[in-house]
């Protein structure tokens, strides 16, 4: 059976790519088992070896064991995310379990660490080893004692105690969350209560309603239901309805309130960062990030608030004045303001999508983004149809540098399909590295979901889309160009608040003139874009720039307070978090409304510690593509320094040792405020 396993043979195509055409869903399960039993023994290799420990025998074999397990792993879980299916999805419920036992065999296999410690503390300050191989072996050592490698007995236990506990609360903090979003249903039968709504969000709520057997129309707390209600409908009193019922999921006081279960979840958070020998949870957290200490996150979100008051301030009083224009005397509540902003955003700006769209053709900016990247880098992309793909759409092509040497091969996949997931995500299936002395190039994939072509008229993206494809492009390239020798420090395996620099930088060329010249033009008449539709665009991008960054500080506050507590609160919930957000406050009190009690990033997700990083990774891009607005967009030598400095180096060194080197100093807050308006 084995035999015939295409998984399990050498992949004779184009780049050793996967072999999507021979690859059927029945060949995962038994190529999973094959692989972690491979990996398996490997890992009994390296501790059953009589020689002592060195860095080759047990670091540098514990990186590459298990490699034949990645690469099935990567085009399987990759699959499951592009073109999935009820077999696909039924393997991947079976196998993800296998994979954390796998994984845990590993990072909490006590002989594998002593083999690794006595590594550690032999060479972590050795000359013999290069920077690289310090890094991987300092990561190594840290996946084991992050994971409590170097508690005692009794520690241990409680450590185990403590993180299976903590699973336990983050889920159900999730379900509860989720159950009390499903909870609630506006159920609207008189037609003038729809006043102001768009057609399409009316069809929408009109099909709910039919779906579940009723009359007229359901609006639900789910977004794409709640925030164009929020923003379109003129009937206040059901805008207030909506609005608290949202604020108010797990604050009820019912079988599914959240308040005790966040107490729970930081005092457990706490316990487990002491029980390692950090002060709190932040510290943990942060000390694997580019941020680095609490101290560092909190003066970074104070400055951007200092800075961002003001102008939030203003915004709101210039909303409130152009509602009193239209005859509204009471108080703006909350529940009122993206109410009044859509409609002065309207009144100033007056610009749509389906303004901008025609100018947008999904085939001209693949070709605006590649030419980008050879003036940024000479690197030129061909595309090769003997690459298998796993669907019709999907192109492929082959990545080569300047010097006219092979880099990657890079798959787009732009349309959505139903065994597709929603969004746009940039993903690898084999991630650069050196094996005996070769350099393996990397096969990256960016899969999005744009507007399909119909027979009249090609995709059309819409700016936000343009904005996406750079940003993906961007990782892809992070991935393409990669330049390290170990898989597990290559490409975007980087910190967190790392990871957006080089996706988030790409979106910058959108906003420049020199570049859309090249990209946007009309579908019918092949008209350039006008450059006052370029204005707009940006402008409006910048509409109410303050306040949406006060709002982002005042989650990243709260986050930052319920994690870098040093002792369990004896307040309560809402107070705590009304005394931490206080300082962003641009509204009256609600009283019953809660943020945390739904804060799913922070207590059933990534996010804990780490929400400041939306704005951190801003912060860097502006201030990054800075230097490319003083030497020229499409300077070389500059594109160069980024490529070196990041965009190859991955993960084998300090995020901000290869900041700097790129950029000369530390990031600084100002050319994001000058970006978004905030400065002059
Ligand atoms: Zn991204």
Known sequence: MNDNNPLLQPFNTPHQTAPFDKISEDHFMPAFELAMKEGRDEIAAI????????????????????????????????????????????????????????????WLNEKLFAKVKTVYDQYHTSPALTEEQHKLLEDTYKSFTRRGALLSGDEKEKYREISAELSKLSLQFGENVLAETNDFKLHITNPEDLAGLPQDVIDAAALKAKNENLEGWIFTLHFP????????????????????????????????DNKEIIKKIVALRLEKAKLLGYNNH?????????????????????????????????????????????GFKDTLQRWDFAYYSEKLKTARYNISDEM??????????????????????????????????????????????????????LYLDFFPREGKQGGAWMTSYLDQHIENGKDIRPHISVVTNFTRPTESKPSLLTFNEVTTFLHEFGHALHGMLSRVTYESLSGTSVFRDFVELPSQIMENWAQQKEWLHMVAKHYET??????????????????????????????????????????????????????????????????????????????NGGYA????????????????????????????????????????????????????????????????????????
């Open 282 to 326: 932040a510290e943990y957290v942060l000390s694997e990030r580019m941020a680095k200490t609490p101290d560092r996150v909190n003066r970074f979100l104070q400055e951007l608030l200092e800075a961002s008051l003001p102008f939030a301030q203003k915004e709101v009083k210039e909303v409130e004045d152009f509602a009193r224009k239209t």
């Open 225 to 256: 239901s709640y925030f164009p209600f929020m923003k379109f409908a003129d009937n206040r009193e059901l805008r207030k309805k909506m609005y608290m019922a949202y604020t108010t999921r797990g604050n009820k006081g019912n079988n599914r």
């Open 47 to 106: 501790i059953n070896n009589p020689e002592p420990p060195t860095f080759e025998n047990t670091i540098e074999a514990l990186e590459k064991s298990g490699e034949r397990l990645d690469r099935i792993s990567n085009i399987f879980f990759n699959l499951n995310a592009a073109e999935t299916n009820e077999k696909i999805q039924s393997i991947a419920r079976e196998v993800s379990p296998m994979l954390s036992e796998y994984s845990n065999d590993i």
């Open 526 to 603: 092949g008209e350039t874009i006008p450059d006052e539709l370029v204005d707009k665009i940006v402008a409006a991008g910048n509409f109410q720039s303050g306040y949406a960054t006060v709002r982002q500080i005042s989650f990243g506050l709260n986050d930052m307070a319920w994690h870098t507590l040093e002792e369990p609160i004896a307040t309560d919930v809402t107070n705590f978090e009304k005394s931490a957000m206080q300082p962003t406050e641009l509204f009256p009190d609600v009283e019953g409304t809660c943020m945390s009690t739904a804060f799913s990033h922070i207590f």
């Open 356 to 409: 901008t769209k025609p100018y947008f053709q999904l085939e001209k900016v693949k070709e605006g983004i590649f030419d980008l990247t050879n003036r940024l880098y000479g690197i030129t992309f061909k595309r090769n149809s003997d690459i298998p793909v796993y669907h019709d759409e999907v192109e492929a092509y082959e990545a080569y540098d300047a010097d006219g040497s092979f880099l990657a091969v």
């Open 609 to 680: 510690a780490g929400y400041y990083g939306y704005k951190w990774a801003e912060v860097l891009d502006a201030h990054a593509f800075q230097l490319f607005k003083q030497n020229g967009i499409f300077d070389r030598k500059t594109a160069q320094a980024f490529r070196e400095n990041i965009l190859e180096k991955g993960g084998t060194k300090d995020p901000m040792e290869l900041y700097i080197a790129f950029r000369g100093e530390e990031p600084s807050i100002d050319a994001l405020l000058i970006r978004c308006g905030l400065k002059n």
